[in-house]
């Protein structure tokens, strides 16, 4: 068996670790944006969580780099990290915090063959949902003409703009939470492709399954069929054949 590079070990041993810092960085997002009057000691530890998140996902990538065999070509297939690594440094917003770590963790789950495509989509469509809502109502809470003002308004918000319904009840007013909803509209098409193709892969499958299972219970039928009519003959013959001349 081929052994494995000290890249493709690390990757195997941090994947649990960096996931469940993701998880960690959700809450520490959540909490400022869900209670707005948390104390400015809890919003000093969840900025600290998040900045520690994303401090622990650029060493991630640092490692990675200096393992890979190969680092230009390394460079050159991962430029997405590298650009989410990058992205908190040109400005410190929150906001560029949980782009650059969403890409970060969809990068690493990517990683791991033991997840599936079905759990790896349904997490995206989750994880999408949830921060696309978070991010718009910090957004547009505080915006004078706004009406995303509590969590289910926002809910309501990312649900519809995702799925492309577009009721207008509730949309964004402030530029950056209008370039939220345009990422999250892109997101949610290119969601719901996958699992428009997903499904259809598994009919197909399903259908190709059933197909072959149908064509080899013919074939069978078919080679009893020419047995029995062989047997047939076989036993016609010896009772025209003279007891006196059968072997």
């Not at 949309?171 to 492709?193: E, Q």
């Not at 020419?226 to 072997?247: H, I, K, S, W």
């Amino acid at each position: 068996m081929k052994q494995q590079s000290a890249q493709v070990r690390w990757e195997h041993r941090t994947q649990r670790p960096l996931l469940g810092l993701a998880v960690a960085f959700a809450v520490a997002y959540a909490v400022p944006i869900v209670r707005p009057g948390a104390s400015q000691d809890v919003v000093a530890l969840c900025t600290a969580v998040e900045w520690a998140v994303w401090g622990a996902f650029a060493v991630d990538y640092a490692v990675r780099l200096a393992l890979a065999e190969q680092r230009p070509v390394f460079l050159r297939t991962h430029w997405l990290d590298l650009c989410a690594v990058l992205l908190p440094l040109l400005q410190p917003l929150r906001l560029l915090r949980l782009v650059s770590t969403l890409l970060l963790v969809g990068q690493r789950a990517r990683l791991a063959s033991q997840i599936k495509l079905t759990t790896y989509v349904a997490g995206a469509v989750v994880g999408l949902l949830m921060f696309g809502s978070l991010a718009v109502l910090s957004v547009e809470r505080d915006s004078p003409d706004g009406n995303i003002r509590t969590l289910g308004d926002a809910v309501w918000w990312s649900f519809t703009t995702m799925t492309t319904v577009g009721y207008g009840d509730h949309a964004p007013t402030t530029g950056l939470g209008r370039v939220l909803a345009v990422g999250l509209m892109l997101s949610g098409i290119a969601l719901l492709g996958v699992v428009t193709a997903n499904i259809a892969a598994w009919f197909i499958a399903r259908f190709e399954k059933d197909d072959v299972e149908e064509r080899r219970q013919t074939e069978a039928i078919e080679t009893l069929t020419r047995e029995v009519q062989a047997l047939r003959a076989e036993v016609a013959a010896l009772r025209a054949t003279p007891v006196g001349e059968r072997r």
